[in-house]
Structure formats: C-alpha cells, structure tokens
C-alpha cells in the first residue's frame, strides 16, 4: 500500500503542474484556496499532518522497507527539483530536519537507488544555498562531503594510490570507492527445439518500462509459450525438452531483468554522485573551496576517477559519464591554480600537487586510448580532450609565474622553486610525447570524424601539443599520414562544412558550427605554419593555390540585405560582418606565419602568396579603403592583418614580378597604389586626434580598453605602412644613388620660424608626411610615456593590497589589460619613429646630395657626388616624362606615373625648410632610447647643418 501510495503521488508530481491533488495531500498548497504555503511542523500554526510529514518518517526510519525508501527519497528529489515547490521544501528540510546531512552521512552505501535520488537532491540544495550566499549551510555540506573525516577508516582503500600516506579520504570518495562499475552478463541462452529469432521477437514484445527500466513480462511471456506450445504438432517426446527450454528462456528473462535494475541503480547513482560533484565544484565560493586540504581531497577524487575506468571489466556505460564530471573538475583545479598564481599565492593553492597533475595527466591520456573510437564515445572524448588541454595550461602557468610566490631576496630559493617548476613541465610533456603515435593517430581520426564539438577539441588538443613540440614530430605524423593534406584541401572544398561557410551570413546553428570548425583547423594550420617545416609541408601541398579557389573570402557581406529575415536570429550569433572577420582573419594569418617562416629569401613563397592575393584584390582593395576613424575594432584588425600580409607579399616579392605576367602585376600595381595611398591617411594628424579624444579618466572600462585597441590597431597600420616603405627603399641597395625614391620632396614651407604640420591640399605622400608623423610620433611617445608611467605605479600600489574576499582581482586584471596595451602603443611609436627617420633620411639625402635638377625637367647631370648618368632617365620617369609605368617591383621602376615634377625650386625649398622643420623634432628626438634611432638622428643632423649650402661637400 505505501509503495503504490508512493508511487502515484510520483506519477502526479511527474505529470501535472503545480498545483494538483499530490501538492495538496503534501500539504504545499492551501486546502481551500490552492495556494501555495510554506510546510511546518505538525501543530505549528494549527498546520495538520499531511503525507510530507509521514514521507520523512518513513525515510527516518531504520529498519523501513528499502522501496519505500527509495521512492520517498525520489519523491523529495521531485519536490526539491521543482522550482515552485524547491525553495519552501528546502526550508522546511533544511530548518527542521537537517534532512541531506544526516541521510547523506548515515546512508548505507549499498542502497544504490536511495544514494542516487539523495544525491541528486542534494546538489539541488548545494546550488541552491551557494546561490542565495547561505554559506554557513554550505560550509557544513563541504565538510561532510569533501573534508577528510576525524574518525579512522576501514582498511579498504589503503591500498590505493597513497600508499605511502595514512588515508583519509571525503564522503564523495568512498561513495564512488564503494560502486563496482564492472557488470555480469547474462547466460548465453542455447536452443535447439526453439526458433531464437522468434523467441528474441517474443522476448521484444512484452518488455514493458515500469520505475524507469525496460523489463520482461514473465507471465505474459510464459503464458505466450505455453499457447504456442499447445497449438503447435510437436511430438510427444520434445514436449519435455521444449518445456526445459521454455524454463530457460524464462531464467535468461529473469537474469536480464535483474542485470537493468541493477544498471539502473548505477547509472541513478553514478549520475547523482556526478552532480554533486559538479555542483560543489562549480558553485561553491572559491574562498570555501580554495583551501589547500580541499584542493588535495578533489585531486584525490579525479585520481580515484581514473582508477576505477581503468579498472578490470568496467564497462563503457558505466564509465563513461564520469568524463563529465572529471572536465569539471580539472578545470576547476586550472581555474584556481591560474587565481591563485595571478595574485601571487599559487604556493597556497596548488602547493605539493603538481606531481599529481602530471598523474592525473597519464591516467587522462590512457582512459583516452582506452576508450573506444565509435560514434557513441565521441561526446565522453571531447571531455577529455578538453580536460587534457586544462592541464597542460594548469601546469604551463605554474611554470612562467616565480617571480611573485617566492622571496626574491634569496637567489637560490628562486632558482629551486623554478627548477621544480621546470622540471613538471618537462615531466607533463614527455608523458605527452611518450604516448607517440597511438595517441596522434586517436586524435587525428577524432578531428576528421564525429560531432562539431569533438572534432573541434580534438584540433584544439593538437595544436596545444604541436605548440611544445619542438622536434615537430606531431607535423611529421600529420603530413606522412595524410592528414595534414586533409585540413589543407578543407580550405576550399565542399567537405567539413565549406557549402556551409558560403552562407555564413545566416545565423543558424549549423553555420556557426562549421565556423567554430573551420577557425579551429585553421589555427592548427597557422601554429603549423609557424615552423620552417611546416610552411615547407603546406607549400608542398599547394596550400596558396587553395586560398586562392576559396570563393567564400569574395562574399564580403557589403552587398548583403536581409539575412535577418532569412532565419531567426540566435542570441549568441554574430552579425554578417562579424562572422566574415573570423573567415577571413584565419586566412591572412596563415598566409603571414607561411611567408615570415619562409623567410625573405625565398622568391618560391613569396611568389606563391601572390599569386594567392590576386583572385582577391577587389575584396582586399575594398577592405583597405576602410576610415580608421569610422571603422570599428574588428575592420581594424582585419586591415591591420592585411597590410602585415601585403608589405611582407609585395616587397618580398620583387624578384618574382616579371614572371608573373601581365594580368598579376596589374592587379599587384593594383594593392600597391592602395598602400602607398594610406600612408597619408594612417599618419594624418586630424585622424589621430579623433582616436585620442577619448578621456583617459572615464570609469566605463569597456569603452576605454576598446578606444585603446582601436588607438594601438591604427599604430599598427601606420607601422606596417612605413615597413613596406622601408623595405621598397632598401631594395635599392646601401647606396643611396640607387635609391627608388616613394616621396616627392614636396615641403610645405613654415613661416615665423614655427614648424607647420599642414601638408599639401593633395592627398599623396609626401616627405611632409613623413615629417608629419615623426613629429606626431616624437609627441605622443611623450605622452603615452608618462601615462604609463602613471598606470604601472597604480598598477603595483594595486598588487599590494588584492583580496580575493573582493573584487580588486577583477579590476586589478582590467588594469593589466589596459597597461599592456599602453606599452605595445610606446614601442610602437619608437618603431614608427626609427622607419620614419630611415625612409626620411634616404630621401632627403638623396635628393639634397645625389640629385642637381634642372628646370622644365630636363635631364640633371652627374653631380660632384658622382651620381652616374643613367640616374637621369630614372629621374625622368619619376617626373611622369615616359618610361616604365609599372609599381618599383624592381630597380628599374619608377615611383609613380602621376607624380609631381621634381624641380629646382621643390629641391631649393627644401633646403630652405629643412632646418626649420626637422631641428625641434630632432631635439627631441635625443633622448629617445635605441642605437638606430640615435644614429639616424646624427644622420638627420648633419643633412640639417649643412643642406641649407647648395654643393656643400658633406663632409660625412
């Protein structure tokens, strides 16, 4: 009677919303009006005794029937899982009856069923309580379940993995210890009167689910074979072995039932253990949890995790959803060692336990190949996978962080503790590497086949492995066995969701999948392409010629309208402009990282990268006609990224030019006239006044770490510019003579002796922008100096005084954020200062010592410098007088067609100016730090001394 009772206030509760006939008989809701109430004592309030009451009883009770009180406590967990009822019901368990602390601590550890159902109510309180702050009530959950008990243990678990130690092991450790996770299988079943296809379809038949589990009807079954026995012509003499086999078939029934329920009662336990787990782990506060003991009892349970799937017959069922459980906590233990170690007390959190690490790291590894390849395993390996790649960042951060967890006074105990550190992560990559080829091969396969999420740790796992190989044995094993040709022929091919990525501007789920995918193989690629070897491997394997099919990097989503109609637009999904940024970034950093590993010398790569940019030059010209002022952060980035790619392209690929024929180098001609063009946009000083308006002081940091990057995108630009500048200058060679000027010494000319920055009404370049962003440069490298200055001693005053009992620690990282911004920002306006003065000073003293021009543009004669006569059809053609017209792709070719007329009176001016617009920047320029730098500026200072005298004879 109480089973049934039990059973339909269940079925109620499963079925109906609140509130119904079951709240009202459990006394939740008011007898008249069916509103809610808060349960209270029999007597409290005039409150009567309702089946709450007599349900906790029946659980109280020790000597209770085990079903009863396996559906009492499922009938709890119902109650405190659903939210209109789970707050009142807590309470009242809660204040009255200390109702988990008690059943948790005193539970028989047999009684799978009741454990399972018990647990899972108790990670419903365990969240609920660290989510309202009760943190009393949590303390007193962490010390039963997670603290190592005062009282001595049996001698079951001595031997496990601290033999060396007295084991004191937490509640969670021995509730998991205790579960046999290997499972019996049932008799085979041999018939030889019997059809078994038949009796397997009989069998089918009359399963029915009753409390969760498929079981077999065994009288329905038998009464089924008795009348198929009586209507069929046997004869008399098998009757009796038919009945035997009969009585067989109903054992093996009987065997199976009995092997579901108790795989159900593991899979209930298993499944409750494993949320109670992960909800402590994720929602208790780090200052209950971050304590040393603690820490180790948690390390101590991913340890016996890993033990009890090695173990001898333990099934994949069983074992495998405890990979969930294990991701939580490795990622919790690399969350807090990254914590601990940020603000200076990584000793205290992670304190003894690296060794582990490196264990727990092996047994991860080994429950990888241990598991199956199969579709079904490709969730539980993507949490391992991921659980691997937490570990190795685990340890890698213990490794960099010495300098603030140990007394810097005493030279040998900052050695020691570094070495320690050292040699963990010697010991975490060696167990890496020494799995070899069996645990590529695992990883490979998973990369090329499964799920969107699997596949995409499985790449994220290799890339964190190839980027600590340095014997690049991981890019031999992807390039022999074919794997790497794979993610190269992915790039424009229809599979991995290419057809996909054609559609990127809608926003569903499977176009954001095949993103996430694509840009995962594509950061392997890059990391790949970062060795010498690898760019070699994936020139080999024609890797440029698929950028160069890739037709989805045309589909740039000006042009595109109305997606947002085309489907329902996702919370999480990123506009058409956003998601087109993340395919095209990929691309131009693997192009970058091929060609920088490549090298300058060689003419192979470089040639091949250009041949890639040419079936996107409309696109890239599109994107670099883009206002640094009107452009937002991400069109920055994909700029910045793309004249990286073509200043290193174009100039490294001068030697090439004449054998790429006429329709490449007109579209190179094409991107280089582009570049040359924003030279004059990315140093002008309007732009760059808007990019500083922002107030240094306002508190939205968001607003300010955003107007930061956009500040250091546009530096950067500059600095990429110039570099190409640069670089075309010095293909001429060291003698100046040979220079292929890019600036005409075009000068606006100052009066009253004040320096003007104002250029010319043209928009070209000329050496006033040059000039223009030296002296813009000199200022702001002033200005960001001082504010850095300002911000690291803020940002050390900080460091003193964090707590993590607030949250400095936050605000401290945002102010980190902002202070490595400031210092890229300084070191690059010393890197625009030093192109500047270069390309400046090659200019000016070309023209001041290796050039006499002539009026009307007439061909100049050698000069007392000795300028050789041939550098008169060069001049010629710098004045647009015929010749050449094509980009300076080799030394014979000119700066521009349309560029002003050299004259007399251009180069007098010059002279005349030189002083009066380069002696204050100069000075200031003085006492810039760096060798070049200085050495330019003595440079600079002599052609100002002396390049006011026509003929001067330079004495340098």
């Not at 159902?117 to 989510?131: C, D, M, R, Y």
């Not at 074919?482 to 789920?509: A, E, N, Q």
């Amino acid at each position: 009677m109480k089973r049934n009772l039990l059973r339909v206030l269940i079925e109620s509760l499963s079925t109906f919303a609140s509130p119904s006939f079951a709240h009202w008989l459990l006394g939740l809701v008011a007898p008249a009006t069916f509103k809610p109430t808060e349960p209270q004592e029999p007597g409290v309030l005039g409150a009567p005794r309702v089946c709450l009451h007599s349900v906790l009883s029946l659980l109280d009770d020790s000597n209770g029937d085990s079903v009863v009180k396996e559906l009492g406590h499922h009938l709890v967990y119902l109650l405190c899982a659903e939210p209109r009822t789970s707050g009142p019901v807590l309470r009242y368990l809660q204040s009255s009856h200390d109702h988990f602390c008690r059943h948790v601590a005193g539970l028989d550890p047999g009684r799978l069923r009741q454990m399972g159902w018990l647990l899972k109510a108790t990670a419903v309180e365990v969240k609920l309580s660290a989510q309202r702050g009760q943190r009393s009530n949590t303390k007193r959950l962490l010390q039963l379940l997670v603290d190592p008990p005062d009282f001595d243990r049996t001698d079951k678990a001595k031997s496990y993995i601290f033999a060396e130690e007295t084991p004191e092991f937490p509640r969670l450790f021995e509730l998991l210890y205790g579960i046999n996770l290997s499972q019996h299988q049932p008799p085979t079943l041999e018939l030889r009167f019997l059809d078994p296809e038949e009796i397997n379809k009989a069998v089918a038949e009359f399963e029915l689910e009753t409390e969760g589990v498929r079981r077999v009807d065994g009288r329905r079954l038998h009464q089924f074979l008795l009348e198929s026995l009586a209507a069929s012509q046997s004869p008399g003499s098998q009757r009796e072995a038919i009945l035997q086999e009969i009585d067989s078939v109903l054992d093996y029934c009987n065997a199976v039932n009995e092997i579901r329920d108790q795989l159900f009662g593991k899979n209930l336990f298993i499944s409750g253990w494993i949320q109670v787990v992960s909800t402590l782990v994720a929602t208790t506060p780090s200052q209950l949890l971050e304590t040393n003991d603690r820490i180790d009892s948690i390390i101590k349970i991913a340890l016996l995790i890993l033990n009890k799937v090695m173990s001898h017959n333990a099934i994949p069922e069983l074992t495998n959803p405890l990979s969930e459980v294990l991701l939580v906590i490795v990622s919790y233990i690399s969350h807090s060692n990254k914590t601990a170690v940020y603000i200076g007390q990584s000793d205290v959190a992670v304190k003894g336990h690296g060794s582990r690490l490196v264990v727990l790291l092996k047994g991860i590894l080994d429950w990888v190949l241990h598991m199956g390849m199969g579709g079904r395993y490709h969730k539980f390996r993507a949490n391992l996978y991921t659980a691997v790649q937490f570990l190795l960042g685990s340890l890698t951060v213990r490794a960099n962080e010495v300098d603030d967890t140990v007394d810097q006074s005493d030279a040998s105990v900052v050695k020691q503790v570094a070495n320690e550190r050292d040699l963990e992560v010697r010991e975490c990559w060696n167990a890496v590497f020494s799995y070899g080829d069996s645990l590529y091969e695992a990883l490979s396969r998973d990369m090329c086949d499964g799920p969107f999420v699997c596949r995409m740790v499985a790449v994220a796992t290799l890339e964190c492995i190839q980027n600590n190989d340095t014997r690049s044995v991981v890019i031999g094993y992807l390039n022999n066995r074919g794997f790497l040709k794979y993610l190269v022929d992915g790039i424009s091919s229809s599979c991995d969701g290419g057809d996909r990525l054609k559609t990127f501007w809608k926003p569903d789920s499977v176009t954001a999948r095949a993103i996430y995918l694509y840009r995962s193989k594509m950061a392997l690629l890059c990391r790949v392409a970062q060795t010498r070897r690898g760019a070699t491997y994936l020139l080999n394997l024609d890797i440029m010629s698929r950028i160069a099919a890739a037709e989805v990097l045309d589909l740039r989503p000006d042009g595109v309208s109305g997606s947002e109609s085309d489907s329902i637009r996702l919370a999480f999904s990123l506009d058409a402009s956003e998601r087109y940024n993340q395919i095209l970034t990929p691309v131009l950093r693997l192009m970058t990282a091929v060609c920088s590993s490549c090298g300058v010398d060689n003419l192979d790569a470089s040639g091949q990268c250009l041949l890639a940019l040419v079936p996107h030059t409309e696109v890239f010209v599109a994107i670099l006609r883009g206002r640094p002022n009107e452009s937002a952060v991400d069109s920055l980035r994909q700029i910045a990224s793309l004249t990286g790619l073509l200043c290193s392209a174009l100039s490294a690929g001068f030697s090439r030019r004449d054998s790429l024929g006429a329709d490449t180098d007109g579209h190179l001609r094409k991107l280089h006239s582009q570049l040359v063009s924003m030279v004059t946009v990315y140093t002008d000083s309007a732009v760059m006044d808007k990019l500083d308006s922002i107030p240094s002081g306002r508190s939205d940091y968001k607003e300010i770490y955003n107007g930061e990057v956009k500040r250091l995108l546009v530096y950067q630009i500059g600095a990429h510019l110039l570099t190409y500048c640069k670089v075309l200058t010095a293909k001429s060679g060291t003698a100046t003579r040979n220079l292929i000027p890019l600036f005409p010494p075009t000068v606006t000319p100052v009066s009253g002796g004040s320096p003007s920055a104002t250029r010319p009404s043209t928009n070209k370049a000329t050496l006033s922008t040059l000039i223009d962003a030296l002296r813009r440069s000199a200022r702001e490298l002033r200005i960001q100096g001082k504010q850095l200055v300002e911000l690291e001693e803020k940002l050390s005053a900080t460091n003193e005084s964090v707590d993590l009992l607030d949250d400095s620690a936050g605000s401290n990282q945002r102010l980190e954020n902002v202070v490595d911004l400031k210092r890229r920002v300084v070191a690059l306006h010393k890197h625009v200062i030093e192109l500047s003065l270069y390309v400046m000073w090659k200019h000016i003293e070309f023209y001041l010592v290796y050039y006499s021009v002539t009026v009307e543009g007439k061909p100049p004669t050698a000069t007392a410098s000795g300028v050789p006569p041939e550098g008169g059809s060069r001049l010629r053609r710098l004045c647009g007088g015929g010749g050449d017209d094509r980009i300076p792709m080799s030394p014979k070719s000119p700066l521009s067609a349309s560029s002003p007329d050299v004259t007399k009176e251009v180069v007098a001016t010059l002279r005349h100016e030189l002083p009066s617009l380069l002696s204050g920047v100069l000075e200031q320029l003085s006492g810039v730090d760096g060798l070049f730098i200085q050495a330019l500026v003595r440079r600079l200072q002599r052609l100002v001394k002396f390049g006011g005298s026509v003929g001067s004879p330079f004495p340098w």
